[in-house]
């Protein structure tokens, strides 16, 4: 029987961690380690719990299910699983997260030296794009190409970066955003939504299993193993990234205290402590971080919507997501954290209460029983808390805040979990459906 070696399956787990770690996995834990000050360890902890536990157990469910979005939304039903696959589809590809590898990657890594005007992004982008899709044009050859070859050099990279930020800390901490350490762990629980991870999960799932069935892999339950190993190294490595970003942000407050992005916090930081080289040093992490993020993200959408879309193969769905997601980029890295803020918190209960059930799949006596009404609950409550995030003072507002937590957006969290509790009793109550 086929098996992977032990330098294979380090390598499958680089690729994975490698797909993850992407624009939002660099930019965003600066401000939380900047906005926690003296709660810093209690808002790491809300941030990793989000931005690494959560897309963990993701990696599992789907493991377990075979790697696709498809046979984990199953119990929803058809066309209710197909409508929530392309939103997430939508959201982690050519809407959002895969035009902002390239902005984040422009604004951090080659926007210091070239200036940030329109016509620099649009040339930066054409080229940016065209490398993703030449490299996902190839989907066999991703552990080689991104898991060992360019994953060696990123973590150097980042180890370099991440032991600056220990070793050599910019400033003190300051006072907290937070009034108490819960709230700070509340609020970074809520900022690890901005990772996108839990929904590049449900995205790079597929992707980790055909890998792993390219290399002749063909048992079921050495796929999910392999899997699930991959993520847990994926896992340990964004854990680490994540801690000693968010280090470094706590203690660069003095040097940015009105900083509004993780963009600012990291090149003033680097610029400080390493000058120049620092510069280039950050460019070139930032390169790598979101060249194999958005080549992994390619080529996930690719293969779902070439399957659900008659008559366009993967390749001409590479070369179409591409060029739409280039298109996209170029409206800026501000305009999309601004757009994409309501967007995941409309989708992220559904992921987050998708996940749980998938996890306690064998505890069902019928599946559809207990997914529909707690998926259905999920999004109502999604939607009203990105209504409130686009307009504060609305309607919704007043209600919605009434809510345990609903200050700090986790409104949703009772009525779901009190939903999945009464939909679980009356599942053991009923009879086996045939």
């Not at 992005?261 to 930032?286: D, E, K, M, N, R």
Request: hydrophobic fraction near 55%.
């Amino acid at each position: 029987m086929q098996t992977l070696q032990t330098r294979d399956l380090i390598a499958l787990g680089f690729m994975t961690f490698a797909l993850f770690l992407g624009a939002g996995n660099i930019i965003f834990p600066p401000m939380v380690g900047l906005a926690a000050g003296e709660h810093l360890w209690s808002a790491a902890l809300g941030f990793l719990l989000t931005g690494v536990g959560l897309p963990l157990l993701t990696v599992v469910a789907l493991a377990r299910v075979g790697g696709g979005i498809d046979a984990i939304t199953a119990p929803m039903g058809r066309i209710a699983g197909l409508l929530l696959g392309v939103a997430v589809y939508l959201t982690i590809g050519p809407l959002f997260a895969t035009p902002r590898t390239a902005t984040v990657s422009f604004e951090m890594g080659v926007a210091p030296f070239t200036g940030h005007g329109s016509g620099a992004l649009l040339a930066y982008s054409a080229v940016y794009f065209g490398l993703v899709m030449l490299l996902a044009l190839y989907p066999g050859k991703l552990i080689d190409t991104i898991g060992k070859l360019i994953t060696p050099v990123l973590i150097l990279a980042l180890v370099v970066l991440g032991g600056a930020a220990f070793v050599l800390p910019a400033g003190s901490l300051l006072a907290s955003a937070a009034p108490s350490s819960p709230a700070a762990l509340a609020a970074g629980f809520v900022q690890g939504y901005q990772t996108m991870d839990a929904l590049g999960a449900l995205v790079f799932g597929i992707v980790i299993v055909t890998a792993i069935k390219d290399t002749g892999i063909t048992d079921a339950r050495l796929q999910t193993r392999y899997a699930v190993i991959a993520g847990v190294i994926a896992a340990i490595g964004l854990g680490l990234v994540y801690v000693s970003l968010m280090y470094l942000g706590a203690h660069s407050g003095s040097m940015v205290p009105d900083a509004t992005t993780g963009v600012q916090v990291l090149t003033t930081y680097v610029q400080h402590t390493f000058g120049a080289p620092g510069s280039l040093l950050l460019a070139g992490v930032i390169l790598l971080a979101c060249l194999t993020t958005g080549v992994g993200l390619v080529s996930a959408c690719s293969v779902y919507f070439s399957r659900i879309v008659p008559g366009i193969s993967y390749r001409t769905m590479v070369v179409i997501l591409s060029l739409v997601s280039m298109l996209i980029s170029n409206q800026g890295l501000e305009q999309l954290i601004v757009v994409a803020v309501p967007v995941l918190e409309a989708i992220y209960p559904m992921a987050i209460a998708l996940v749980a059930m998938s996890l306690l799949s064998s505890q069902w006596k019928s599946a559809p029983r207990v997914f529909m009404p707690v998926m259905l609950v999920a999004l109502v409550f999604g939607l009203l808390n990105a209504a409130h995030s686009i307009h504060p003072t609305g309607w919704t507002s007043a209600w919605l805040l009434q809510l345990p937590g609903a200050a700090m957006g986790l409104g949703w969290l009772l009525p779901v979990a009190a939903t999945l509790l009464a939909c679980a009793l009356l599942d053991r109550l009923q009879p086996v459906r045939a």
